[in-house]
């Protein structure tokens, strides 16, 4: 089993440079793929990006375009997401989420966060 907590969402204006964090608990941490997914309203949750807690490859959806970037802290079991010069259009649920191996599939990911909320204001 593995356990996810995400925090670091709220309301931002646009601009703003806020950081997301999952702290991952459980025995097969090490040997996971972390990702960050987004939901917005009315809309399926989307792939952001994926590390490799081990190696540390990364791996983006193309709408990021070098806004974000995934990292991780292995001595703390987080890994964050940082994001850059957000837009109103990134509103949305912000989720960790965790695999075996490095892809953007959604059904590939067996263990979810309770998702946090980034409101991005205008």
């Known amino acids: 089993q593995v356990q996810l907590v995400e925090s670091g969402g709220g309301v931002v204006q646009a601009g703003a440079s806020p950081r997301l964090s999952c702290v991952a608990s459980?025995?097969?941490?090490?040997?996971?793929?972390m990702g960050w997914f987004r939901q917005a309203p009315g809309k399926e949750r989307e792939f952001v990006a994926a590390?490799?807690?081990?190696?540390?490859?990364?791996y983006y959806a193309d709408f990021v375009k070098g806004r974000f970037t995934i990292s991780r802290d292995n001595a703390k079991n987080t890994v964050y997401l940082q994001m850059n010069s957000l837009e109103p259009e990134d509103t949305a649920v912000y989720y960790c989420?965790?695999?075996?191996?490095?892809?953007?599939?959604?059904?590939?990911?067996?263990?979810w966060g309770q998702g946090t909320q980034v409101t991005v204001s205008s």
């Open positions: 459980g025995r097969t941490v090490s040997s996971a793929v």
């Open positions: 989420a965790a695999t075996s191996y490095l892809t953007s599939s959604r059904n590939a990911y067996g263990y």
């Open positions: 590390i490799g807690w081990s190696d540390g490859i990364t």
